[in-house]
């Protein structure tokens, strides 16, 4: 289940954000997304969004010396107070497909009151910065960022808090019964007789904390000319095209100045870097060339040619590569830091100054024989990155359901999801079909539940039926990316 940070940083964001207001996720997280930090993002599909990864710099720590702070607008205050209390009951028998049966009552109420300001940079200050210069040398970061091809973008408005605040969580689960494995992470095993648990969490959160924030695309052009032009294409999330290289610059080359800032548009265009035109929305000048054309709405058709594509080219390593990849990532799953090392090091092709299960999957592959062509850390990637958009409740669940062996069922279920509903965007009942239950009878029906609920979708154990709802279509297409190599490997 989200934190109790995340769960507030969201509902603040959804009454009070707009689309290009993002949530902080993490408190630890939150000192990383200060005004004129710089993230960077490697995208590997266009249905699911990697999430933004501090590089540890700022704007500032990059530019020559001489280089003016642009001045920033305070717009406050702002109040946001919110109670939640929610209550389900569900009644479970062995027809539904569990071992046993329970009864149970969970209750959670969440309280929170937020004090907060706008802290942002007004376009005119950013576009001072727009001819800049980089340090010389320019700093290493940017240099790994460029092999590895990453997008790389600048923060420019955050939402922090103006006082400290103390955010209030509490719930309890009583269940009747007998029941093995549960949809509900409070109940971890056996449940037998009567359980009753209670549990309180505070947090306080210090004055200063950012809750939210906005970035822009930061593009860096190569010796004092365009890197050629952009194709940018809005996504279901929003990553944006790389710039291509021009004739005689290569990949490698070292692109020192000057810098620009470019906005995500509403369509498909052709944008030469640091150029454009004038965007209310985003406060940039860039002039536009070419002609709008009508935006790219990908269908799960599209979803399933991507994913097949990767899978395919999983396929390509030996059954022996594919299992020590497979029985490696497992004990990986409890911890995602060791997830985004093996993402970084895949990322720079420098497989080395790495511990534990990741190092066993990288040697692996440097001594697996293999056609040139075959790149096996595209898919592996590809994979990563679909875990990473899962919540970690979703990764200790997709660990159990590797070792049980369910991922083929999980995976049609996840489809039949998906498929009918993935281009509506309002609710739609649905009522998941009994020959796909039918195989995950007893803990693995409770661990499938789980998958899909912390999705964002109301499952109960005792019915098949749910509501579809827009919120859930990313992580149901990053679950079902997950669910679908990781079933490739587990056939290996």
């Known amino acids: 289940m989200p934190s109790i940070f995340e769960c507030v940083s969201k509902k603040m964001v959804r009454n009070f954000g707009g689309k290009d207001l993002r949530p902080v996720k993490s408190l630890l997280d939150a000192t990383h997304f200060r005004q004129f930090s710089i993230l960077r993002k490697n995208p590997q599909s266009q249905f699911w969004e990697q999430p933004d990864i501090p590089v540890e710099y700022s704007l500032m720590d990059i530019l020559a010396p001489g280089s003016s702070v642009p001045e920033v607008e305070v717009t406050s205050p702002f109040f946001f107070s919110d109670t939640v209390i929610q209550k389900w009951k569900a009644g479970v028998s062995v027809s539904a497909g569990v071992d046993g049966s329970a009864s149970g009552e969970f209750t959670q109420s969440r309280e929170s009151s937020l004090e907060f300001q706008k802290v942002t940079v007004p376009s005119q200050n950013l576009e001072r910065l727009q001819n800049s210069k980089l340090l010389d040398p320019e700093p290493s970061f940017l240099k790994h960022c460029r092999e590895r091809g990453d997008n790389l973008y600048v923060v420019t408005e955050v939402i922090e808090l103006t006082n400290s605040t103390t955010l209030h969580d509490k719930s309890s689960v009583n269940t009747l019964g007998k029941l093995f494995g549960s949809w509900n992470i409070l109940i971890k095993g056996e449940v037998q007789g009567q359980i009753v648990k209670d549990g309180a969490v505070t947090l306080t959160i210090p004055q200063g904390t950012v809750m939210a924030y906005k970035k822009k695309q930061l593009v860096i052009k190569g010796n004092g000319s365009y890197l050629n032009y952009r194709v940018v294409q809005e996504h279901v999330s929003d990553q944006v095209g790389e710039p291509d290289a021009s004739p005689g610059h290569s990949a490698q080359q070292k692109p020192n100045y000057p810098i620009a800032f470019a906005a995500n548009p509403p369509g498909v265009g052709i944008w030469p870097c640091g150029q454009g035109r004038s965007s209310e929305e985003e406060g940039l000048v860039i002039p536009f060339l070419g002609r709008i054309e009508e935006p790219f709405c990908p269908d799960f058709k599209h979803l399933q040619e991507e994913v097949f594509r990767k899978t395919e080219a999983l396929a390509q390593l030996s059954k022996d590569v594919q299992g020590v990849v497979f029985y490696n990532i497992l004990p990986m799953l409890g ?47 590809y994979l990563l990155q679909a875990m990473m958009v899962l919540s970690d409740t979703q990764l200790e669940l997709l660990a159990l359901s590797m070792e049980k062996r369910i991922l083929l069922w999980q995976r049609e279920l996840v489809r ?20 796909l239950l039918a195989p995950l009878q007893g803990e693995g029906l409770a661990i499938t539940y789980g998958l899909l609920e912390e ?31 990781l079933q490739q490997l587990a056939e290996a």
């Open 335 to 381: 911890d995602r830091g060791a997830l985004q090392d093996l993402m970084d090091v895949l990322d720079l092709d420098s497989w080395d100054h790495l511990k534990g299960p990741g190092s066993i999957i990288l040697n692996k592959l440097r001594q697996d024989s293999r056609p040139p062509w075959v790149k096996p850390q595209d898919s592996i990637l």
């Open 455 to 485: 999705c964002g979708l109301k499952m109960e154990l005792s019915s098949p039926r749910s509501t579809w709802d827009l919120e859930a279509k990313m992580p149901l297409s990053a679950l079902y990316g997950t669910l679908s190599l």
């Open 416 to 435: 039949v999801i998906l498929e009918p509903n993935f281009k509506y965007p309002w609710s739609i009942p649905f009522t998941l079909p009994p020959e």
